[in-house]
């Protein structure tokens, strides 16, 4: 019956984007453009079944790219349609205990579809700071010194938690659109506690033991509820996205779900179900998990009724995390890259070209590939091209709509594109042109790679992708022309304040994306 009347709907010249639809998007952690089979089928050694049905029934993207190689400033971006280095964060990400990054009065996806009658929720991973109620006087005893023991808690921790964590944490995303928060805010840091809309759920009383911060696992120290278990992080977050959808369809509304993963991301604690099931390693096991998360969501919408008229989005904030232990991946025959020099961190493409899905019934035709150039920032110009909203003149700068390339057509939509290194690092892409404004990746804690790709003493790389995907060429020297042209381009787009047609904006501070460059100097 539901193909019979998508059939009519078809014929008659309408679709279900006539309605609003439900938005879903699910964002995974630190997941490679080549751990989704679809995207490497012949040295992608993982299975993900779920995710490779997503991109059958939808339109899978292989050019699509984050603003960074690392966790917040994407989420910045992917949030507001605005590159992160046009606010504050420059380099790295929002740190423990940072106060908020998104500002107050700056439009998000949730708050646009808010005010279009959306019920919005953010389920999963903030990583985008929040206004804690931490005194200089006690900040010590929420953050212990990182390697070293962990210390016995005392009277003094136990009273200043229960001081701070039973009172409201304001900054947090339900002063950014959303209606509604569940998670934990960064899986591998404290609180080891869920987080409901403002308040832990509970009063951490322990730190959390020495044996969950080996290895893989958490990453610093602190505040944890007494007998936390890493491996209940994930389940449980699908648990309540899945509760979400079930609850929202008996609401006159329409929902947006916004759903970052907080895998495979460390801490990779993975379930015993799961434990030894890729063959491979455990951070293979654990993306195995983390599709199963993904396809129970996609299983609660077919189960509800509502997957016909919902937009679902799948991506990952960037590519894969050297803690997989990619060369041991490697040697079994998985390359987490796929085809794409670097990983994580990297200014290279392996660092922020990631796997983007859209499965948007009566709209986007099954079994469709593009690869034209996209970006994360694009979702806010797409979210309200197809509600018919005009956004303001200071939201959605970097934003470009999706709708033509959903609906069929070939043409590019993009001019250029900017993704940064963890340490700031830019890149711009125009056409299949890549330039890298300095030398190496600048991905390793901050120090700069002497050498270029090609192994020569440039200030900078050019690679055409079309001929060199693994960007092995740098054609710097060979093409200045070209050179002066797009560093041009950069300027106008730092300058402008936007990348996007219409009055020119102010970057929150200045932006020094030449820095890397002049240092060669």
Same mark, same amino acid.
Not at 56 to 68: C, E, P, V, W
Not at 166 to 169: L, R, T, V, Y
């Given at each position: 019956m539901k193909r019979l009347v998508l059939i009519l709907m078809l014929l008659s010249g309408t679709s279900f984007a006539a309605e609003k639809p439900n938005i879903v998007i699910i964002l995974a952690d630190d997941l490679g453009y080549g751990d989704v089979r679809c995207n490497n089928p012949d040295r992608g050694k993982i299975a993900t079944p779920h995710?490779?049905?997503?991109?059958?029934?939808?339109? #899978?993207?292989?050019?699509?790219?984050?603003? !960074? =190689?690392v966790c917040s400033p994407t989420r910045y971006a992917l949030l507001t349609g605005r590159y992160h280095w046009r606010s504050r964060l420059q380099a790295g990400i929002v740190t423990y205990l940072e106060r908020p990054l998104i500002a107050p009065q700056r439009l998000t996806l949730a708050g646009l $579809?808010?005010?279009q009658d959306y019920r919005t929720a953010a389920i999963g991973k903030w990583h985008l700071g929040w206004d804690w109620s931490i005194? #200089?006087?006690q900040r010590e005893l929420f953050a212990p010194a990182r390697n070293e023991p962990v210390p016995k808690v005392t009277e003094a921790h136990r009273a200043a938690w229960r001081e701070v964590y !039973?009172?409201?944490?304001q900054g947090g995303p339900t002063t950014r659109g959303f209606d509604e928060y569940f998670g934990t805010d960064v899986p591998n840091w404290p609180p080891y506690a869920f987080i409901h809309n403002d308040r832990t759920v509970g009063i951490p009383s322990e730190f959390l033991p020495a044996a969950l911060l080996k290895g893989a696992l958490a990453g610093l120290p602190g505040p944890a509820l007494a007998d936390?278990?890493?491996?209940?992080?994930l389940p449980t977050l699908g648990d309540r996205a899945c509760e979400f959808i079930e609850r929202s369809v008996k609401q006159p509304q329409p929902f947006f779900?916004?759903?970052?993963?907080?895998?495979? @991301?460390?801490p990779i604690a993975v379930n015993s179900e799961w434990q030894g099931k890729s063959g491979l390693n455990r951070y293979a096991d654990f993306v195995m998990e983390t599709d199963a998360? %993904? =396809? #129970?969501?996609?299983?609660?919408?077919?189960?509800?009724?509502?997957?016909?008229?919902?937009? %679902?989005?799948?991506? !990952?904030?960037? &590519?894969?995390?050297? $803690?997989?232990?990619?060369?041991?991946?490697?040697? $079994? =025959? @998985?390359?987490? !890259?796929?085809?794409? #020099?670097g990983h994580k961190a990297d200014a290279w493409e392996g660092g922020h070209r990631v796997p983007f899905i859209i499965r948007w019934p009566g709209v986007v035709r099954p079994e469709l590939r593009c690869d034209q150039l996209v970006h994360q920032t694009d979702l806010m110009a797409t979210f309200a091209d197809l509600l018919s909203v005009k956004l303001p003149d200071n939201a959605g700068e970097d934003s470009v709509s999706l709708l033509p390339l959903l609906r069929g057509g070939t043409q590019p939509i993009r001019e250029h594109a900017v993704s940064h290194s963890s340490t700031g690092l830019a890149s711009l892409r125009k056409g299949t042109w890549k330039i890298i404004? =300095?030398? &190496?990746s600048r991905s390793e804690g901050g120090a700069a790679r002497k050498k270029s790709a090609s192994g020569d003493d440039t200030p900078g790389q050019l690679y055409d992708l079309a001929t060199d995907l693994g960007e092995k060429t740098n054609l710097w020297s060979k093409q200045p022309a070209l050179v002066a042209e797009l560093t041009e381009t950069m300027t106008r787009i730092v300058n402008s304040g936007r990348s996007t047609p219409g009055p020119q904006q102010a970057n929150d501070v200045p932006v020094q994306w030449r820095r890397f460059l002049d240092g060669a100097k």
């Open positions: 995710i490779d049905k997503l991109a059958k029934q939808g339109m #899978r993207f292989t050019d699509a790219h984050t603003s !960074s =190689g $579809l808010k005010q005194s #200089r006087e !039973s009172k409201p944490i936390w278990k890493l491996e209940a992080v779900l916004y759903m970052p993963l907080t895998a495979p @991301h460390t998360v %993904v =396809g #129970r969501v996609l299983a609660a919408l077919e189960k509800s009724g509502v997957a016909e008229k919902t937009l %679902v989005i799948f991506t !990952s904030d960037n &590519g894969c995390s050297p $803690l997989a232990q990619i060369p041991e991946l490697q040697k $079994l =025959g @998985h390359f987490p !890259s796929g085809p794409l #020099r404004f =300095g030398s &190496g």
